[in-house]
């Protein structure tokens, strides 16, 4: 079974940075395009920034060029570095792998890490 386990959450002051770990396990991250998204107290769940099996990029426009996300092949692990940050960033933060076969589309979710950034 697939999972994906989050780490690295914390509580930074605003202008900080914290770096997230998403280390795969049963599922290669480079099969699959990999995404972290968040969830602030009342709001939808929203993309943050996406690595596509391609390689490509994609970053919501409210984190571009504060975030970066890569990918380690060694360690099967995606990370997002969360470079000055804003109290507005304070979110759950997931992370999400995703892959369509056909019609069939295999889409998998980590528990989450709480990101709290402090004014």
């Known amino acids: 079974q697939a999972q994906l386990v989050e780490s690295g959450g914390g509580l930074v002051q605003s202008g900080g940075s914290l770096r997230l770990s998403c280390a795969a396990s049963?599922?290669?991250?480079?099969?699959?395009?990999m995404g972290w998204y968040r969830q602030a107290p009342g709001k939808q769940r929203e993309l943050v920034a996406r690595?596509?099996?391609?390689?490509?990029?994609d970053y919501s426009e409210s984190v571009k060029g504060r975030f970066t996300i890569s990918g380690d092949n060694a360690k099967n692990t995606v990370y997002l570095q969360m470079d000055s940050l804003k109290p507005e960033d304070t979110a759950v933060y997931y992370c999400?792998?995703?892959?369509?076969?056909?019609?069939?589309?295999?889409?998998?979710w980590g528990q989450g890490t709480q990101v709290t950034v402090s004014s």
């Open positions: 049963g599922l290669s991250f480079r099969s699959y395009d």
């Open positions: 999400n792998a995703v892959r369509s076969i056909g019609m069939r589309t295999t889409n998998y």
């Open positions: 690595i596509f099996m391609s390689g490509n990029l």
